[in-house]
C-alpha cells in the first residue's frame, strides 16, 4: 500500500476530534489552547536553534508562558526575518529535514519560504481544513473541483482517490482558461473550490460563453480576498453560495466564513491569532490589528508569534450559529489587484508568484519583485541568496522560463526582462509586494 494513504483515517480521527471542539465553550477552548501553547514553546526553545537563540537573548524562560496573556512576553517575529533563517535554524533538531515535507509558499510579498511539516502535521493540518468545508455544507462524496498550483495536486493520496473520499479534482491555474472550463465541466463539481482570481475568471467566460454545464452546491475561495460585489457575481453565475476563507501559506487557511456570515471563525484550537496594535499590545475588540499567529501544531518547524502583516479586526460579536469559536473580520480593500494584459486578459499576482515556486533555481532567490511597465512587458528583479549562479545565467534562464511558460497558447505576447539587484528597493507603502502594475486598472469587475 502506498505509505501516504495511511494518512487518511488519521485525518477522519483528527477532523472527528476537531469537530466536537467547534461546540466547546470559550473556557474549554482556552484551556486547551493553554496546554498546547505551553508544550509548543518549551518544545521551540528546546530543540529549534532560531528560537532558542532568540528567547535566549530576550531573557525568556520558556516555563514563563502559561496562559494566553503570556503570549505577550514573546517577542513578535516578522516573516521577514523568519525567511532570512537557513532551514536548519527553523526546523527542529529532532527532525530530519530531507524526510518532511516541505510546502512551498508564494505569498504576496516576494520572499518565498519553504515550510516543513511532519506527516502527523500534515494529518491536523487537513482535518482543520475540512472542518471549515463541512461546516458550510461539503460531503464526503462531493465531486470537489479545485482551481489551484499543481503543487497541490498530491494532497489527494490513492486512497481517499479509490474510495472517493474528499478526493479533490485540481484543475491548474497555469492551464489556459479554455483548458480550466473544460476541465471544470468534466469533473461536474458539487464543490468548486481555489483561488478566488481563478474562480473570477471562470465566471466572466462561463457567463459570457452562457454555460449552464457548471452547476456547483457550494463554493469555496482563498488565498486572495474578493471584493464583495466579485462574490455576488460568483454566486450570481454559478448560482451556489460562495464562503470565503482567510489565511496564509505558512499556516494554510485561519479562519473562515459559516453558512451565517457574520464573520470568519477562528480555527483557534489550531492556530491562535492576535491583533496587535502600533503600541506592540492587543487592540480592543472591533480595532484593525496586524495579524500575529501562533500555531498550537507545528513542532517541526513552529510559528510562534508570527507576524505576516495583515490585518484584521477581532470581532466581539458570537455567531448565531452557536460554532464557539471566536470571529474575525476580514479589512476590505486588502484584495490583489489583478494585473490587465493583452487580449482583454487579466491575471492575478498569485499567478507570478506560484510560477515562480516552479523556477528551477528558485532555491537561489532571496527575493523577486515584478514590475508591470507597459501592457505587454514586465520587468522582473531579484535579489539572489548566493552566487551558486552566475548573474547571466540566472537571468537568462529566468527569461526563458517566464517566457515559455506563459500560457503560450494563449499568444499573451508577454516581454520580461530579468534584471539582478543587490537589494529589492522598498516601495512608498512600506510594504513588500511581489508584482506591482504601473497601469492603474483594478480589479475586474
Ligand atoms: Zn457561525
Known amino acids: 500500500m502506498n505509505l501516504s494513504a495511511l494518512i487518511l483515517p488519521k485525518v477522519l480521527y483528527l477532523l472527528a476530534t476537531a469537530n466536537r471542539r467547534l461546540y466547546w465553550d470559550k473556557e474549554k477552548i482556552q484551556r486547551y489552547q493553554e496546554k498546547h501553547l505551553r508544550s509548543v514553546v518549551r518544545y521551540a526553545y528546546n530543540f529549534v536553534p532560531f528560537y532558542h537563540e532568540k ?16 503570549l505577550s512576553k514573546l517577542p513578535i517575529v516578522k516573516s521577514d526575518e523568519f525567511k532570512k533563517q537557513v532551514p536548519s535554524q527553523l526546523v527542529s533538531k529532532e527532525f530530519e529535514i530531507e524526510k518532511l515535507k516541505k510546502v512551498s509558499t508564494s505569498g ?11 506527516r502527523s502535521e500534515d494529518a491536523w493540518r487537513k482535518a482543520i481544513y475540512m472542518r471549515a468545508n463541512i461546516s458550510c455544507g461539503q460531503r464526503p462524496r462531493d465531486h470537489w473541483v479545485v482551481l489551484t498550483a499543481p503543487c497541490h495536486f498530491h494532497d489527494t493520496t490513492g486512497l481517499q ?61 482563498s488565498s486572495e480576498s474578493i471584493a464583495p460585489r466579485s462574490r455576488r457575481y460568483l454566486e450570481k453565475v454559478f448560482g451556489a453560495p460562495f464562503y470565503d476563507q482567510f489565511g496564509c501559506s505558512e499556516l494554510d487557511r485561519t479562519a473562515w466564513q459559516c453558512p451565517r456570515k457574520q464573520g470568519y471563525h477562528m480555527d483557534v484550537d489550531s492556530v491562535i491569532t492576535q491583533f496587535i496594535g502600533k503600541d ?13 499567529y501562533t500555531s498550537l501544531f507545528n513542532y517541526s518547524m513552529p510559528f510562534i508569534r508570527y507576524a505576516i502583516g495583515d490585518v484584521g479586526v477581532p470581532s ?32 492575478s499576482p498569485l499567478f507570478f508568484a506560484h510560477l515562480m515556486d516552479y523556477f528551477k533555481y528558485n532555491y537561489n532567490v532571496e527575493q523577486y519583485f515584478l514590475r508591470q511597465r507597459k501592457l505587454d512587458f514586465i520587468e522582473v528583479n531579484i535579489k539572489k541568496r548566493t552566487d551558486v549562479v552566475d548573474d547571466q545565467t540566472m537571468a537568462s534562464e529566468l527569461k526563458y522560463y517566464l517566457e515559455s511558460n506563459f500560457m503560450p497558447e494563449e499568444s499573451y505576447g508577454v516581454r520580461f526582462e530579468v534584471i539582478i539587484l543587490d537589494e529589492i528597493p522598498i516601495p512608498k507603502t512600506g510594504k513588500l509586494m511581489a508584482v506591482f502594475s504601473d497601469l492603474k486598472k483594478d480589479d475586474l469587475k
Open 280 to 292: 506592540g499590545g492587543e487592540v480592543a475588540l472591533g480595532e484593525p490589528g496586524e495579524v500575529v
Open 108 to 118: 504576496s510579498t516576494g520572499k518565498p519560504l519553504v515550510v516543513h511539516i511532519n
Open 161 to 221: 482517490r479509490k474510495l472517493g473520499i474528499f478526493a479533490q479534482t485540481v484543475v491548474s491555474l497555469f492551464e489556459s482558461t479554455d483548458q480550466k472550463i473544460r476541465q471544470v465541466e468534466e469533473a461536474r463539481p458539487d464543490v468548486l473550490d481555489g483561488y478566488s482570481s481563478s474562480l473570477l475568471l471562470l465566471a466572466k467566460v462561463a457567463e459570457q460563453q452562457n454555460l449552464t454545464t457548471i452547476q456547483p452546491r457550494l463554493m469555496f475561495g
Open 316 to 347: 466581539e460579536e458570537d455567531c448565531s450559529c452557536e460554532r464557539g469559536l471566536p470571529l474575525m473580520k476580514v479589512v476590505e480593500g486588502r484584495q490583489d489587484h489583478l494585473l490587465p494584459l493583452p487580449n482583454n486578459r487579466v491575471l
Open 55 to 70: 528567547y535566549r537573548a530576550a531573557g525568556i524562560d520558556p516555563n514563563d508562558i502559561k496562559r494566553i496573556q503570556d
